[in-house]
């Protein structure tokens, strides 16, 4: 089962531990272990996630706040489950694709109508002398293609 590895970086949680809330004030700290930063790369470092950190500005941000690298960065891992292959085929549920009996009345639709509802529109209706007639229903979407008149329709009443 492959991990999926995470980290969240800590860096202002621990500079508001030791009394620092700002970018100015870390700075200086910087300068004097020879790490020269702009303020702008600082203030990414402060309010964001780093991508990518030299293992030097990270000893350093260590030194600065005397914590360790686990201090700044913490990780956690957890399992994720597998994803299908391309080619697995997955087990078909018969009962959610098979279609059921839907007969439509001029009142409206009648039975279980596979997530149809109930609806009494005239544009639905074609008018026949054994009533209105449904081939087959499978899904709302699928309800005005499946209505087929034998005869050109009349303009409902």
Known sequence: MPR????RWRLRELMAAR???TVAELMPHLTERGITLSSSQVHRLVS?????LSLPVL???CDVLDCTPT???ATSAQNVP???AAGEEAPINLAARRPTRVRLTPEGVSGDAGGVRAVDDPRLRTLRPSGLEV???VGRSDLPNLLRPRHATRPPV
């Open 4 to 7: 999926q590895i995470s980290y």
């Open 19 to 21: 009394g620092m809330f």
């Open 48 to 52: 964001g996630t780093p991508e990518r």
């Open 59 to 61: 000893a350093t941000l």
């Open 71 to 73: 201090d700044l960065i």
């Open 82 to 84: 597998a994803r299908r």
């Open 135 to 137: 081939r087959r229903v």
